[in-house]
């Protein structure tokens, strides 16, 4: 758990108390980046970048705040930031076939299962799908939010959202005809 005084020793530059916080959330926003990262090493780099940018801001952290949902924050923005210079065009179509017929898949896993098949699909789609599916499903921004981050019309981001979840139900479907 991270105290009030780790938060402030933090603030102040303390080695131990940043080493606290890593302990507690770097597997947590590592989750976070691997849902934004096409492969476990640049999801590796967006958690370093976030920790860097999270240490090189302490000065101005407010310490009666919690520090979850602010780093939540700085790792989102790295993810996106990351994206957009590191993976050309993320927007850019899919010439992939749509126009299957979408199956349900309803497995009885257990969860730590599910979300690494959940990881393993969302790897799966093209950038600008996977970024805007998160973006919207996970961390709840409004398309017209997902726009003004991404640098793209409303309407962009809801049709890679619209065609994310087709992709999704399509990877799904053919997994299913696999088991």
């Known amino acids: 758990?991270?105290?009030?005084?780790?938060?402030?020793?933090?603030s102040k530059g303390e080695k131990a108390a940043f080493d606290k916080i890593y302990a507690a959330f770097s597997a947590s926003m590592f989750g976070v980046?691997?849902?934004?990262?096409?492969?476990?090493?640049?999801?590796k780099d967006m958690l370093q970048e976030s920790f860097i940018k999270l240490y090189n801001s302490r000065e101005s952290i407010n310490i009666?705040?919690?520090?979850?949902?602010w780093l939540k924050t700085i790792t989102i923005r790295t993810a996106l930031n990351y994206i957009k210079k590191n993976y050309s065009n993320i927007l850019v179509e899919n010439e992939l076939k749509?126009?299957?017929?979408i199956m349900d898949v309803e497995d009885e896993v257990d969860k730590q299962e599910l979300m690494e098949k959940l990881i393993k699909i969302l790897q799966q789609?093209?950038?600008g799908y996977r970024t805007v599916f998160n973006l919207y499903t996970i961390d709840n921004l409004t398309h017209k939010e997902i726009a003004e981050y991404l640098s793209i019309s409303?309407?962009?981001?809801?049709?890679?959202?619209f065609k994310a979840k087709k992709m999704i139900q399509e990877l799904l479907a053919v997994e299913k005809q696999l088991l």
């Not at 009666?64 to 949902?69: E, G, K, N, T």
């Not at 409303?154 to 959202?161: A, F, L, N, R, V």
């Open 98 to 101: 749509f126009d299957k017929a």
């Open 33 to 43: 980046c691997l849902r934004y990262a096409r492969c476990r090493d640049d999801a």
């Open 154 to 161: 409303e309407g962009t981001s809801k049709s890679q959202y």
């Open 64 to 69: 009666d705040m919690p520090i979850a949902p």
């Open 125 to 127: 789609l093209p950038d």
């Open 1 to 10: 758990m991270i105290t009030k005084e780790i938060v402030i020793g933090f």
